[in-house]
Nanobody, 117 residues
Framework: VQLQASGGGSVQPGGTLRISCAAS????????MSWIRQAPGKGLERVSV????????NYADSVKGRFTVSRDNAEGTLYLQMNNLKPEDTAVYYC???????????WGQGTLVTVSS
């Protein structure tokens, strides 16, 4: 199983960024997927979840209305569109597939997002 996040970088407050996660080695279209982040010196926070077919999503209150999760099952790719970024969004962002208990089953290498003026 491989989950490779990419697209992170530095952006000013109010800016936008889209990060991606390329998945392989498992039946991507059969799994709900999640973005999870870890800010410097803080614990893990589940940012968003998307059902296997993309038919439903949910978000942490901290990002609701600003972030949008999507997926391309044909390409095996997960996306996170991040708008109106805030300094508190600075974190390493990881993607994971979720097991039937809605817990992360595999983790990918994260991508760093830095929001700073």
């Amino acid at each position: 199983v491989q989950l490779q996040a990419s697209g992170g970088g530095s952006v000013q407050p109010g800016g936008t960024l889209r990060i991606s996660c390329a998945a392989s080695g498992f039946a991507f279209s059969n799994y709900a997927m999640s973005w999870i982040r870890q800010a410097p010196g803080k614990g893990l926070e589940r940012v968003s979840v998307i059902f296997s077919g993309g038919e439903a999503t949910n978000y942490a209150d901290s990002v609701k209305g600003r972030f949008t999760v999507s997926r391309d099952n044909a390409e095996g790719t997960l996306y996170l569109q991040m708008n109106n970024l805030k300094p508190e969004d600075t974190a390493v962002y990881y993607c994971s597939n979720l097991n039937t208990g809605w817990r992360p089953e595999h983790w990918g290498q994260g991508t760093l997002v830095t929001v700073s003026s």
